[in-house]
C-alpha cells in the first residue's frame, strides 16, 4: 500500500522553528516530486515548497522564501520542510505529497498521493 506519513508539527512561538517530515511507504520517493501545500482554516490548499526528482528546489509562496527550506534524504526515504522564524501566518495543516514525471507543479490536481497531514500552529 503506498502512503505518505507525515510528521513534525506542533505548537511554537512565533520566531521558532520546526522540521516536518514526509515518510514514505511502499514506494520510492526519489522516483517522484515531492510537494509541500498548506491549508489555513477557512482558505483553500496551497503550494509552499517542491523538490523535483533531481533534487531541484520551487518556492511556491513568497511569504515563505528565505525562511522554509525542503530537502529530501533518500536513504531514509523522507522529505524534510525546515521551517524557521515562523510566524502566526504560518498556522496550518501541513500535506506532503507526490507526483511522478513532469516536474513540480503548485496544483493540487496534479498530484497522485497525499499524506493525512500535521497541524502547525504558530502562537504565543
Known sequence: QLQLVESG????QPGGSLRLSCAASGFTLNNYNIGWFRQAPGKEREAVLCISESSGSTNYTDSVKGRFTISRD????????QMISLKPEDTAVYYCAARSGLGCSRHVSLYNYWG???QVTVSS
Open 9 to 12: 508539527g506542533g505548537l511554537v
Open 74 to 81: 533518500n536513504t531514509k526515504n523522507t522529505v524534510y520542510l
Open 116 to 118: 493525512q497531514g500535521t
